[in-house]
């Protein structure tokens, strides 16, 4: 844990569709060590999404990102993302295709290991036997399993997740929660996961994040509760009471 | 329940057909309307075999066609090319948005004049006319599929490591392919349409001669069993398109995705 995979310095972002728009992040540092799974937690509006958006390459910004001890200067297979949309996938390829095709697109051409290397990723996630279906033959949660293993194919350096189980219902999103806990330990992931939900982060994360409204972090907690984390676990109670009454006063409604 | 409402939309829709034709028969035996104007069913049935066994109807058809697939891939390739160099700038794509608006004003037919000026007469002015006919329509569903692209498909393949042609291949087109098949449809409808006319207006070229030609000639014969045959070719053509062509495209594509 101690190579650094995300460096974050002075970000700031400001989409300046006025004279007078605000800034969106101001001057944020973040440092992710390789292997950290990171969750950002904080109010709608608070800037959460474009600091993946600007990781992920598909925003410019003022500060610098670099990862690996690369700089940031566009969108790339090294930082694969996770959409919260179910839509997400290709619905004109197959399951096995949509996996595929962050390689094909790579050069990868040789058919055993474009094979291999996607039904290994399918296989992770449980959907070995959908290989062969088409996206809109799927539930919204087998749809996100694709969507993770088309993620993990390229072995990205990092996992962008926007959050990815919000729209699930309870059910399926602590399943799909226990499954990339579990798939997280078994690759060393290092993944940023965007959520709005305390219990989420806390299942999920090794260390949280609690943005605001103006694009700062406000609180940054190592999460030491042992995984499998439930709401019985020690320490839970209190992390929860935590990130709760920080959030009431981010600014967020409700 | 959708297949036993689609089986009787089919039957009344047949049952209509066959009182038109029968309607139409009485009619035109009946003494009231002049036959040579007004042909009966059977004599429109002979002029469509003759045509087929005597007169070559088939060549006639296959030389539109002809035409016209030629016309329709220059089109749909030109449309192509122009609005993906409208994805490269913002000025560009306003340029040619105006380019496009304009030029689709124009009915093909009122260029006749000015394109025998230009290529004399022969193939090169019918299939001037038909890539006029195709190249705005397609060009404007193109446009506006790409414009109305989930913008997150286009991200995911600049993620993937997607750029410039191979963004457009692999992303764009199959994205907007429901919308790029109406475009084509159109594009046929009005291509086909302004063949006919062009056929009509100077005839034969010197390699051969289309349907509206044909038409044409029987005209001047006031053969008039012998058009409506040519009339019937022509819906059966359409016919034809629409369902072995366009719907079976839809149902390996589009509908197979589960995008309509």
Known sequence: MNHVRLQVERLTKNYRTSPDSADILSNLDLSVPEGEFLCILGPSGCGKTTLVRCIAGLEDYEGTIRVDGNTVTGPGPDRMMVFQDYNQLFPWKTVLKNVQYPMKVNGIRDKQELRSRAEEKLKMVNLQEYADYYPHQLSGGMKQRVAIARGLVMNPGILLMDEPFAALDAMTRNKLQAELRRIKEEENLTVIFITHNIQESIVLGDRIIMMDKGGRIKLDERNTI??????DSEGYGAMWRLFEDALGDTGAEG | MIERQTLKNLRAQLIFLIIVIIGWQVMSNSGMV?????????????????????????EYVLYSLSLLIRGLVIGILLAFVFSSFCMISRTVYSIYNMVTSICDLIPGVALIPIAMGWFGIGESVIIFIVVHGVIWPMSRSILGGFSGINRMYVEEGKIFGLKGARLITGVYLPATLGTLISGIRMGWARAWR?????????????????????IFMKRTNLNYAGMFAALIVIILIGIIVEYLVFQVIERKTVVKWGMV
């Open chain 1, 226 to 231: 042992p995984k499998p984390v439930s709401p």
């Open chain 2, 34 to 58: 002049n036959q040579l104007t007004f042909p009966s069913v059977t004599s429109i049935g002979h002029a469509l075999v003759r045509g087929f066994t005597q007169e070559n109807m088939a």
């Open chain 2, 194 to 214: 302004g063949l006919i006319a062009i056929e009509m207006i100077f005839g034969t070229t010197g390699s051969g001669a289309g349907i509206g030609w044909y």
